[in-house]
Structures are given as structure tokens and as C-alpha cells.
């Protein structure tokens, strides 16, 4: 089985730096997704991590550390509209695809 | 190009009743996928199809029956509607050769009273 941990809510400013954890337990390891969410909408692919390191694409950049079970998803420039869930992902077993519960980013000015 | 088309996109249903939710993709995709995604609980797998004729369970498959006769639909069914089942229903579609990027349909709101 595995276990998908990441902070349930998190506020930045606008125009800050934020780092958006998420730990994992699983049985093979199969690469990790990030994907953001708007309310009320469908998720929307970011990234896809399956070597260590980070990962960058515009704003944002994504890290995976497989030694550790931990990523990270890190948002540059924050803006208004970067207001979303930011949903931690593995493959896992049987299971193409396991979400954590998802991190709801509040940006404020 | 349409992309991943869920209908309905609003459903109320009776305790008891039945109903089926249909995927449409017209990406020649061969992977499908059913969610459900309830308020602090993320995206849970229903069940998923590898390819035309093919299905399996998820994380969270009871309650639910699916059947991928043709390659671009995906079916998932409610045989009694119960109000556990209320939720939000999500179809995503991924190609096999990029089995990366899973495309999202743009959900369907069901309530059950």
C-alpha cells in the first residue's frame, strides 16, 4: 500500500516564494505528479518527477528525493491566480495512479 | 478536439435509483479512469480500463459497475444510488505511450437525497 502525506491549507503573499511538502510511502516507486486544481474545476497536470532532483518549468519547479519518500513543489512569483489545491501523486502497485488529500494554497495581498 | 467529455455535468438522483455517467475522449487514448473526489479526501480511484473491453478496480470500487465496450467511451453506473455516493465524478483519459499526463473531464456534480 502507500501513504501520501501533504499540509491540508497553506497563505502566502503575492509575489513570494512557497514550498508545498509531501512525503510518500509506497511499494515500488514509479515516479511522482504534481497537479494543481482550481475550485470547482478539473486538476490540471504541472509535473512529473521520477529522478531525484529538481525539476524546473517557468515559476514553478518541482524536487523528489526517492531516498527520502519526499517532494516538493515550489511556486516563485506568486500570484493571485495561483490560488488552487496542489495535489500530490504516485503510482502505486495495482493502482495507476493514488492522490494525497491535496494542499489548498490561499495567496493574499 | 474536444479533449475528455463527461456527461451529465449535474445529476440529482432518489436513494434507490440508478443512472450512468458517460466518458467520451477523442484522443485515441487507450487508459481511462474513473474518480470520485469528496471534500478533504483528494481524487479516489473507481475503477479504470487499460483498453477497449478491459476494466478493474480502484481504490474504491464498491457500489459502482463500469464497461468500455467502445475504445473512446468509459461508463460508470450506479446501479441503487445511495447518499454516500454523493460527490464529485471525475473522468481523466491518458495515452499509453506519454502515460504521464492524465487529461481530465471536467467533472460531474451528483447529489443523492
Known amino acids: 500500500g502507500q501513504n501520501i502525506d501533504q499540509p491540508t491549507e497553506m497563505t502566502a503573499t503575492e509575489g513570494a516564494i512557497v514550498q508545498i511538502n509531501c512525503t510518500y510511502q509506497t511499494s515500488g516507486f514509479n515516479g511522482l505528479f504534481w497537479y494543481q486544481q482550481h475550485a470547482g474545476e478539473a486538476p490540471t497536470f504541472l509535473s512529473y518527477?521520477?529522478?531525484?532532483g529538481l525539476e524546473e518549468k517557468g515559476r514553478f519547479s518541482s524536487f523528489l528525493s526517492r531516498s527520502k519518500g519526499y517532494s516538493y513543489l515550489l511556486l516563485k512569483e506568486l500570484q493571485m491566480k495561483d490560488s488552487a489545491s496542489y495535489l500530490c501523486?504516485?503510482?502505486?502497485?495495482?493502482?495507476?495512479?493514488?492522490f494525497g488529500k491535496g494542499t489548498r494554497l490561499s495567496v493574499i495581498a | 478536439n474536444a479533449g475528455v467529455t463527461q456527461t451529465p455535468k449535474f445529476r440529482v438522483l432518489k436513494t434507490g435509483q440508478s443512472m450512468t455517467l458517460l466518458c467520451a475522449q477523442d484522443m485515441n487514448h487507450e487508459y481511462m479512469y474513473w474518480y470520485r473526489q469528496d471534500p478533504g479526501m483528494g481524487l479516489r480511484l473507481i475503477h479504470y480500463s487499460v483498453g477497449e473491453g478491459t476494466t478493474a478496480k480502484g481504490e474504491v470500487p464498491d457500489g459502482y459497475n463500469v464497461s468500455r465496450l467502445k475504445k473512446q467511451n468509459f461508463l460508470l453506473g450506479l446501479e441503487s444510488a445511495a447518499p454516500s455516493q454523493t460527490s464529485v465524478y471525475f473522468c481523466?483519459?491518458?495515452?499509453?505511450?506519454?502515460?504521464?499526463?492524465?487529461?481530465f473531464g471536467d467533472g460531474t456534480r451528483l447529489s443523492i437525497l
Open positions: 501523486a504516485v503510482p502505486s502497485g495495482n493502482t495507476p495512479l493514488v
Open positions: 481523466a483519459s491518458i495515452d499509453s505511450r506519454d502515460a504521464v499526463t492524465q487529461h
Open positions: 518527477n521520477v529522478l531525484d
